[in-house]
């Protein structure tokens, strides 16, 4: 092992790669939230759900929770940072979005789509004073926002409605039905980008598309805008899409009025002139960048797709409508592929590096974890990578990447948890809503810390199949989060890990001058307004022989 390392550092042919990316960077838990599923908002109460789940045992299928009086919490599929009406952020507080409800479009016609307003925020000291802190501390609901559609932006192009114009449960619904709520029939939202506490943009992935919503209000604001397909340099096709099985234009209106269309065959997609994509596969990883634009991650390109024989996952720039009523987004060019580490198969989040429109985080899973009994249950891919979306090699594939953290592996040297165990694993199908925060955006230190929540797949949130009756049961029945912070400010554009973030091990250093685009400005109105940025990115990397000549006289040594 020894001699692959040095030929590695001397740079000959051989190399020895541990985790293909890995970059792991020094860092400590601070600490464990939970979002009470026995917490119901106001807007979700008395209202009939889950009465397409039937009865029964099955993991992810059946269930003898369903039906429920209310819109159950289901976790959330993204978290983006709240605003204030001045346009700052709010330490603390997020906008987080649910998906679909129960995982597909067959049995989620009756979850409300909704946005939620939490506060998540842990206390901790570094044991000052030997002050410890609970467990699990209680994330705070502020607010929550029904996704709405009282303009009727909501249309498909054979003339399909929203699904509250053709049946609802019961009559618990007629309220959602004159407000014209969003289900999980009509989209699968997994994605947020905020532009302002007026202003966002949503990332679906039953069509795929996009759409623009006031996230404080859950109303719609724009029509959908369907993902255009791209040609074998990666330029983007006029009136070619993708679309999946569970898009409403491949139903006929009468099977639609009937309720007899919550998806189609394969095989219609197949035969139509859209390019077929899996259903559980559109927008997983969405983030606001520095200039304004927002880089769009694909789940996957796995499962009933087209896409399979691709090097990576489809990374789109969108740019956002102009925050009226109306103004769609639209996608402005295809970024790239991104290349995944051994053993994911699945983008579960992205979150921007603050004050770059060069880097992103991304959160890589798999279907992680299926029962306790090893061997059998897999092993998680649970990796956090920073990656530079514009460094392509000739496949267009992004070829900058390094994972920094891996969710089962995370020190806990302060012991926040309170379980004399120093180290924590963050397991859930799935981990999906990632954010890095910047609490002192003001300061030239930025703040390297992220918060990190679960998607539940509720009610089928025991994939361990432990005993319910276990002390924390009901912790990790909840939705959970976890606040992690770096040891080093890495994602301070100074610090050498993004500085020579392009440096290999057998290169000379080199200073590469890379323009970076207009910066939006959140002014005090919610407006937006371009401001001139320019900025150099450097990526250097020290080659010292010595070096070299010491490892290959401790090899030689060996």
């Not at 030929?7 to 790669?17: D, E, K, L, W």
Request: proline share 5%.
């Amino acid at each position: 092992m020894k001699l692959y390392i040095a030929a590695s550092i001397i740079g000959t042919s051989t190399t020895f790669v541990a985790a293909q990316n890995e970059h792991p960077q020094k860092h400590y838990l601070v600490g464990l939230l939970n979002y009470p599923n026995s917490f119901v908002p106001v807007e979700l109460q008395n209202h009939t759900s889950g009465t397409a789940i039937p009865k029964g045992d099955a993991m992810w299928s059946e269930s003898n929770k369903a039906p429920f009086t209310f819109v159950p919490g289901v976790g959330f599929s993204d978290m983006e940072a709240y605003y204030d009406d001045e346009g700052n952020k709010v330490n603390g507080e997020f906008f987080c979005l649910t998906d679909n409800g129960f995982g597909s479009s067959d049995n989620s016609a009756d979850y409300a789509l909704n946005i939620q307003h939490l506060k998540v925020q842990k206390p901790f000291t570094f044991r000052h004073a030997e002050t410890t802190f609970e467990k699990y501390t209680e994330a705070e609901n502020l607010g929550t926002a029904l996704l709405h559609d009282p303009e009727g932006y909501i249309k498909w192009e054979n003339g399909a409605d929203i699904q509250v114009t053709y049946a609802v449960p019961d009559a618990t619904w007629d309220d959602y039905k004159a407000k014209r709520v969003l289900t999980g029939r009509d989209f699968d939202v997994e994605g947020l980008a905020v532009i302002n506490n007026k202003c966002a943009v949503v990332g679906d992935e039953l069509m795929p598309a996009i759409f623009m919503v006031n996230p404080t209000t859950g109303v719609v604001l724009s029509k959908f805008v369907r993902t255009p397909d791209i040609d074998s340099n990666g330029n983007i096709i006029a009136d070619k899409f993708l679309s999946t099985r569970s898009d409403k234009v491949h139903c006929s209106i009468a099977d639609l009025e009937a309720n007899a269309c919550s998806s189609v065959a394969s095989e219609v997609v197949d035969a139509s002139n859209y390019r077929k994509h899996d259903k559980s596969g559109g927008y997983e990883g969405f983030s606001i960048l520095e200039d304004g634009s927002i880089a769009a991650f694909l789940e996957k390109k796995s499962g009933d797709s087209t896409l399979s024989e691709e090097p990576g996952v489809r990374v789109y720039r969108v740019q956002p409508g102009d925050c009226s009523s109306g103004s769609a987004p639209s996608f402005d060019k295809f970024m790239g592929f991104y290349p995944f580490e051994i053993g994911a198969g699945n983008i579960a989040d992205v979150s921007a590096i603050p004050g770059s429109s060069r880097f992103v985080a991304v959160i890589e899973r798999n279907g992680f974890p299926s029962g306790h009994m090893w061997p059998g249950a897999g092993n998680p891919a649970n990796n956090l990578c920073v990656v530079d979306l514009l460094d392509l090699d000739e496949n267009m594939v992004m070829k900058n990447k390094k994972c920094i953290l891996n969710y089962h592996d995370i020190d806990d040297p302060w012991d926040v948890d309170g379980n004399g165990i120093f180290k924590y694993g963050h397991t859930q199908v799935t981990n999906e809503a990632l954010i890095i925060v910047d609490d002192y955006c003001e300061s030239i230190v930025i703040l390297p810390c992220l918060v990190a929540g679960t998607d539940t797949n509720y009610p089928w949130t025991n994939q361990f199949g432990i005993d319910v009756a276990s002390q924390y049961f009901q912790e990790v029945d909840d939705a959970r989060f976890m606040v992690v912070c770096f040891v080093e400010p890495i994602f301070n554009p100074e610090h050498p890990f993004l500085k020579n973030f392009a440096a290999k091990p057998s290169q000379m250093p080199a200073v590469t001058e890379v323009d970076e685009p207009a910066v939006v400005a959140r002014g005090a109105d919610n407006s937006r307004a371009l401001m001139a940025h320019d900025s150099t990115t450097h990526g250097t990397l020290a080659f010292f022989g010595g070096l070299i000549l010491a490892v290959g006289g401790f090899v030689l040594a060996a």
